[in-house]
């Protein structure tokens, strides 16, 4: 059997494409340079069309001039597009292949109208077009990135997260602003932005007046975009992105930093309201900073500990298992838990109970969630084991906690 590293892009496409299928209605297009649609698994090139009128074809190919990162392209209607790049010995872009679009909500008819509308569909051609429309495949934003990077494994090699991925929304406008929107000073946005950035990578918990004086200069990633809630989405994914390559370049091992920015991108994604969105920004935020902290002051524990502390770091929402932390270092699960105390001091169930209530702190101070939720999200069982566990090792009760640090 062929290994798939040995696959050519065309084989490796092939199996994407087949994999994909699996799923139900899909579309992959390659482009040449020139936006000439080179093939497609569409039987028809209605979406094509959709995909040149909404603009986005013309930007896909100004984008390939200069970038070559893993692209996200949308539209209002709820749309996206995924854009990966064939380069060849030289570096320079030959082919753009693109996956979609996928819906991230059903489509209703009065969405589908506008669409059609702004596509400019021939009268004769609407009720095959709206067929069409109604087929697209619905998928949580959370599949599309985790297939696009599918996609852009196949075409490229590169193994990349969520946070690397460029997003780009046909209605954003970076030059621009609303009519009712004040002017920015950039110059204060950017010095604000280079401090909570600074923060980071220092881990310093010190960051409260750094974050409140960037909300007073910011307004967020500059948009056209009138749907307030979009808006905080997009300006939310940025700031996660920009704060775990400060949380890498402050000493957080990339698989750490892109696992707890992947997951932060598919959690603000799915959210329902702008408080949700800024509440997950606080939360990531005051994470980041909290785990670098203690990446930079921990001992100097060996890589098979450290290995340890960064799993148990980016999986405290989930049961985690000596065995499975055992075999990923290659120890014995008896050796393990000798060392592991011999470095940090403590068993790994106490640094697991430690690094949940660490973990408990941050959503007790960024967010309403409730103390019942926030003992089921950490694992704890019960609310009355959550809180005898918060008291005893922080010394009051979680929700004396959240009165006396609340910073949102």
């Known amino acids: 059997m062929q290994k798939f590293h040995e696959m050519t892009i065309d084989e490796k496409l092939a199996c994407f494409s087949e994999l994909m299928s699996c799923g139900g209605d899909f579309n992959l297009s390659t482009y040449d340079t020139q936006g000439n649609l080179i093939a497609s698994t569409a039987s028809s090139r209605a979406l094509h069309k959709l995909f040149e009128a909404a603009g986005l074809l013309e930007y896909l190919l100004k984008y390939s001039k200069n970038h070559k990162e893993l692209l996200i392209l949308s539209i209002a209607q709820g749309l996206l597009w995924a854009a990966s790049f064939e380069t060849d010995s030289d570096d320079n872009v030959t082919f753009i292949h693109v996956y979609g679009p996928v819906a991230t909500m059903d489509l209703t008819a009065e969405t589908i109208a506008v669409m059609i509308n702004n596509s400019k569909i021939t009268e004769s051609w609407r009720p095959k077009f709206r067929k069409i429309l109604r087929q697209i495949p619905v998928v949580m934003s959370s599949v599309l990135f985790q297939q696009a990077i599918m996609l852009n494994y196949c075409v490229t090699g590169e193994k990349v997260g969520v946070a690397d991925m460029v997003f780009y929304s046909v209605n954003s406008s970076r030059d621009s602003a609303a009519p009712d929107m004040p002017k920015r000073d950039r110059i204060q946005t950017y010095m604000a932005e280079q401090e909570l950035l600074r923060m980071v990578r220092e881990g310093n918990l010190f960051y409260k007046k750094a974050l409140e004086h960037a909300a007073s200069v910011s307004l967020g990633v500059g948009s056209g975009d009138e749907n307030a809630l979009r808006h905080a989405i997009t300006s939310q994914v940025v700031f996660i ?168």
């Open 241 to 408: 992105s920009l704060c775990t390559r400060a949380a890498i370049e402050g000493g957080l091992s990339p698989e750490t930093a892109y696992t707890k920015g992947d997951a932060y991108i598919s959690d603000v994604m799915q959210c329902r309201s702008v408080t949700d969105a800024a509440q997950i920004g606080h939360t990531m935020y005051a994470d980041f900073i909290q785990t670098v902290h203690n990446r930079r002051n921990a001992n100097l524990f060996s890589p098979a500990v450290q290995s340890c502390c960064d799993y148990i770091d980016t999986h405290l929402e989930s049961a985690i298992e000596l065995e499975k932390l055992a075999r990923r270092v290659g120890y014995s699960e008896y050796y393990l838990s000798r060392k592991f105390k011999t470095e940090t001091g403590m068993s790994i169930n106490e640094y697991i109970r430690e690094a949940r209530i660490n973990r408990a702190k941050i959503l007790l101070a960024t967010t309403e969630m409730s103390i019942q939720n926030i003992s089921d999200r950490l694992c704890f069982g019960n609310r009355s084991f959550f809180a005898d566990t918060f008291r005893k090792i922080v010394g009051t009760p979680p929700a004396e906690y959240r009165n006396q640090n609340r910073k949102l």
